[in-house]
């Protein structure tokens, strides 16, 4: 497997459209300006801002389907102390997205950034806001940890890949679960069935597919040579799979994330009365976090505080109460990491201009 990758790598060096031989200002122009990383003091206010403008009209559009009495006697019984335990399961989480970031980027003769610059990425990069536009923080630190750009984009695929994964996984296992133990009601099987039956024969297909075409793809330009990056991400995928003893930091770190970062939510709801069927809610969790916090804009602002509420109250939950609760698990995931993602700014600021500079 290292071979593979080794090989890849060279070849994509020679070929002919690599930004060493060929430049691309479009290509660059699509990286860099729109970077959150490079905007420093008033110029980061503006998309704050406009993340806490969408998630208020969100909140207020579901407040007025579920009416605001109902919302605001919700918000009545709230318990601090499962506040808390929001914070908890917050911090298990940026600890599992930390063994993962870790485990994804040295796997298979990979890379190994500083502990300072795996500390940025995770302040930075755990809410996803900073995620948004340009290159992703994870790929700067890549880059001037060695790797190629193409390497750099076949680590960050894999680790959006494995999020999703793994998350794929976790609405299987409670589909699953729920069906066996013959629960009536809710979730609908609308959203239990695609869980239970879709995700292993997805895993299946596609690692059946990356191998056998990732080497059609090979030298060529344009979108087949984009293909075979999310191909080579696949395989690689693949391989933390297939041995996950090996690779545990990756395959357990990305675990441990999506449990600590379920139990944050299930806290938040608790926190307003409403004790929820575990299986239930990650049924509903799943579904509402197709669009991750590293997919979605803006870290999920406006898109995540809209339909995680739905898709949770289509598991069960009162609609007041998800609201609510989803709101609290939301302002606690964008705002505690915001000082410390602030602070780690500067080291990626010095990664991107390592960055630029491996690039000339």
């Keep these: ?44 206010v503006q998309p704050i801002l406009l993340a806490v403008g969408l998630d208020i009209a969100a909140v207020t559009g579901l407040a007025d389907i579920a009416g605001f009495h109902a919302v605001y006697g919700s918000l009545t019984k709230i318990q601090w102390p499962w506040l808390c335990a929001v914070v908890t399961s917050l911090a298990t989480s940026a600890v599992g997205y930390y063994l993962a970031y870790r485990g994804i980027y040295a796997a298979e003769g990979g890379y190994e950034p500083s502990r300072r610059q795996l500390t940025a990425l995770v302040a930075a990069g755990f809410s996803g806001f900073f995620s948004t536009g340009g290159i992703r923080p994870d790929g700067l630190v890549l880059q001037a940890s060695g790797a190629s750009r193409r ?77 075979s990056v999310f191909l080579d991400a696949v395989l690689l995928i693949r391989a933390l799979f297939t041995r996950p003893v090996r690779h545990r930091g990756a395959v357990g770190g990305m675990a441990l994330f999506w449990a600590g970062d379920v139990a944050a939510v299930w806290s938040g709801l608790a926190a307003f009365g409403l004790v929820m069927n575990g299986a239930a809610l990650i049924v509903g969790y799943c579904t509402g976090m197709v669009f991750t916090r590293r997919i979605a804009p803006l870290a999920g602002s406006g898109t995540l505080t809209l339909i995680l509420p739905l898709t949770i109250w289509a598991s069960g939950a009162p609609l007041a109460t998800a609201i609510t609760g989803v709101v609290a698990y939301r302002l ?19 990664d991107n201009q390592a960055a630029r500079a491996s690039r000339r």
């Design 332 to 350: 606690l995931c964008f705002w505690l990491p915001m000082p410390s993602a602030l602070a780690s700014l500067p080291v990626l600021r010095r």
């Design 151 to 227: 390497e750099a984009l076949v680590r960050v695929t894999t680790l959006t890949g494995m999020e999703q994964g793994i998350l794929a996984l976790y609405g299987c296992a409670a589909s699953i679960a729920w069906l066996c133990l013959g629960l009536a009601g809710v979730p609908m099987d609308d959203f239990t069935l695609p869980w239970a039956v879709i995700p292993v024969p997805a895993f299946a297909a596609a690692f059946w597919l990356a191998s056998r075409y990732r080497a059609r793809l090979t030298e060529r330009a344009g979108w087949r040579a984009r293909l």
């Design 1 to 44: 497997m290292i071979n593979r990758f080794a090989v890849a790598e060279r070849r994509w060096r020679r070929h002919a459209w690599t930004v060493a031989e060929h430049p691309r200002p479009q290509l660059r122009g699509r990286w860099l300006p729109g970077n959150l990383i490079d905007r420093r003091g008033a110029a980061l």
